[in-house]
């Protein structure tokens, strides 16, 4: 009985040191970073929304923290509101940010796109900066705004000159029905005048 807790007390001391000495070497914040475009159709020449969160899930928070994305080349993007490479003074811990970036698409085809790349200090005192690479969005297929415009834009103007073209189509016949009718009415308005005069 008295090895029974003399092994409990000799374990929990054990435990309770582990626990400790892990919690010192925890002390040190930790990013996690996703990276989001958020439309559904990508089209040359009109504005995509790139989303950037930042979550610290450390214990303490990270400094000097800075986002740099370089998957958008200048020769194939314009930025056309917001900033690809953006620093935070401090994320504290358990929080997160969030920028917005909205790029244009100067050309249309396959694009791959790559991940952002986060630098900051783990801790207070930290000289090396830690670094984090956010989620990958992928291969995405920005189409034509010509291709666009085939599919899905209103079509009026092609509208209005079939409407123009199958009016005759439909006027003709319409005519004759109301020609024959005319004609089948005065017939039967004549009989029946003749038959009321008998």
Same mark, same amino acid.
């Given at each position: 009985?008295?090895?029974?807790?003399?092994?409990?007390?000799?374990?929990?001391?054990?435990?309770?040191?582990?626990?400790?000495?892990?919690?010192?070497?925890?002390?040190?914040?930790?990013?996690?970073?996703?990276?989001?475009?958020?439309?559904?159709?990508?089209?040359?020449?009109?504005?995509?929304?790139?989303?950037?969160?930042?979550?610290?899930?450390?214990?303490? *928070?990270?400094?000097?923290?800075?986002?740099?994305?370089?998957?958008?080349?200048?020769?194939?993007?314009?930025?056309?509101?917001?900033?690809?490479?953006? $620093?935070?003074?401090?994320?504290?811990?358990?929080?997160?940010?969030?920028?917005?970036?909205?790029?244009?698409?100067?050309?249309?085809? $396959?694009?791959?796109?790559?991940?952002?790349?986060?630098?900051?200090?783990?801790?207070?005192?930290?000289?090396? *900066?830690?670094?984090?690479?956010?989620?990958?969005?992928?291969?995405?297929?920005?189409?034509?705004?010509?291709?666009?415009?085939?599919?899905?834009?209103?079509?009026?103007?092609?509208?209005?000159?079939?409407?123009?073209?199958?009016?005759?189509?439909?006027?003709?016949?319409?005519?004759?029905?109301?020609?024959?009718?005319?004609?089948?009415?005065?017939?039967?308005?004549?009989? $029946?005048?003749?038959?009321?005069?008998?």
């Amino acid at each position: 009985m008295y090895s029974l807790k003399l092994f409990v007390i000799v374990a929990l001391i054990c435990t309770s040191l582990s626990v400790s000495g892990q919690n010192a070497d925890n002390q040190q914040a930790r990013l996690l970073v996703s990276k989001q475009v958020l439309n559904k159709l990508l089209v040359q020449d009109s504005d995509i929304l790139v989303k950037y969160t930042i979550y610290n899930v450390g214990s303490v *928070p990270a400094t000097n923290v800075i986002l740099q994305d370089s998957g958008f080349p200048d020769e194939a993007f314009a930025t056309v509101k917001g900033n690809l490479n953006i $620093r935070f003074n401090r994320i504290p811990s358990g929080a997160n940010v969030t920028h917005a970036v909205v790029i244009k698409p100067l050309t249309y085809g $396959r694009f791959n796109f790559t991940a952002a790349v986060v630098q900051y200090k783990s801790s207070e005192g930290a000289e090396e *900066p830690q670094f984090a690479i956010s989620s990958e969005p992928g291969e995405g297929y920005i189409i034509s705004y010509a291709e666009y415009d085939k599919k899905f834009s209103p079509h009026l103007l092609d509208w209005f000159a079939f409407a123009l073209m199958s009016f005759p189509a439909i006027l003709g016949p319409f005519v004759l029905w109301w020609i024959s009718k005319s004609k089948y009415e005065l017939i039967l308005k004549q009989k $029946r005048e003749k038959v009321s005069k008998d």
